[in-house]
């Protein structure tokens, strides 16, 4: 069973620019659709379905895309299944999610009180099915929803995105140190502080690393917010 932790509520950070939720305006130029609110502006490819921009107030968040990601660095654990043969590896995470052809097959745009909701089928090889949902709200919130029917086993659901301003990371969940399925119950439920550097653990060889589980919310902050 979880952790249950009584103490005080979770504290949000202020916004970074407080501004009254104001109609929402989303003006398409080709395939990129620029959804305006009181809050700032969000820019998304529907062609690629990713976010090429995020700007808050006169600042802007992205310096890349956050785009969908498939795929991780395989941790020794899964070597050892592969019995320390490279070439064996394949058969414990299927390399096709590393990078899948994906391409839209269609989209659906609405725009009403609550906001502006995109909503696109995804195509490729190791999924059934995919669809990705944005959702952009009055105070300039984004909201994000990616579900997928595999073939296979998946490696990774998530997103990626580079924030090069961002220092430090504050979460509710399992922590201070990395943990994963096999080693959450050493880690205490609370509220954690962490640098972003300091979320990496240097194994002898480098893998993938830095998970902490059942997190419920998480915040970055760092050189303007």
Do not use: F
């Not at 064996?88 to 899948?100: A, E, H």
């Amino acid at each position: 069973s979880d952790e249950v932790v009584l103490g005080p509520a979770w504290r949000p950070a202020p916004a970074a620019v407080p501004s009254p939720a104001l109609p929402v305006r989303a003006v398409r130029q080709g395939a990129t659709v620029s959804v305006r609110t009181g809050g700032g502006t969000v820019r998304v490819d529907t062609s690629t379905g990713h976010v090429t921009g995020w700007q808050v107030g006169d600042r802007e968040l992205l310096v890349a895309p956050l785009r969908p990601t498939y795929w991780r660095a395989p941790t020794d654990n899964e070597r050892g299944l592969a019995n320390g043969a490279e070439w064996l590896t394949p058969l414990v995470i299927d390399r096709q999610w590393r990078s899948p052809r994906v391409h839209v097959a269609r989209s659906e745009e609405r725009l009403d009180d609550d906001g502006w909701r995109l909503t696109l089928l995804l195509r490729a090889r190791p999924w059934r099915w995919a669809l990705l949902e944005y959702r952009v709200r009055p105070d300039g919130s984004l909201h994000l929803r990616h579900r997928v029917r595999p073939r296979s086993d998946m490696a990774r659901l998530g997103m990626t995105v580079w924030l090069p301003w961002a220092q430090a990371v504050r979460w509710y969940g399992k922590g201070p140190h990395e943990c994963y399925v096999d080693r959450q119950r050493s880690a205490r439920t609370a509220v954690h502080e962490a640098g972003v550097r300091d979320l990496v653990h240097d194994y002898e060889r480098p893998h993938e690393n830095g998970n902490r589980t059942s997190e419920r919310r998480g915040e970055l902050s760092g050189g303007w917010g």
